[in-house]
């Protein structure tokens, strides 16, 4: 992971002016730790839901719920399986 300054640039330069040990203290805190811009997300993570044809229909609220759920994520009604 990289350091990467996120803060305002002209905040840091009047405080190096007016106030050298605020400007550090500012530069200090507005450094933060980002990850790169190749960084992958991983694996399934997004994914879109599975088919049509392995969902059901929530009797709770009348979405599509995948089969391998217990509850339905739009109301929490149980199938009781």
């Known amino acids: 992971m990289a350091k990467e300054f996120t803060g ?7 405080l190096l002016i007016l106030c050298w040990p605020a400007a550090l203290v500012y530069l200090l805190i507005k450094y933060e730790e980002r990850a790169p811009q190749y960084y ?8 879109p839901p599975p088919p049509q044809g392995q969902q059901r229909l929530c009797m709770g609220c009348g979405q599509q719920v995948p089969l391998n759920y217990n509850n339905c994520p739009h109301c929490g009604k149980n199938f009781g399986q």
């Open 40 to 47: 992958q997300q991983p694996p399934g993570y997004g994914a």
């Open 8 to 14: 305002s640039w002209v905040i840091f330069i009047i």
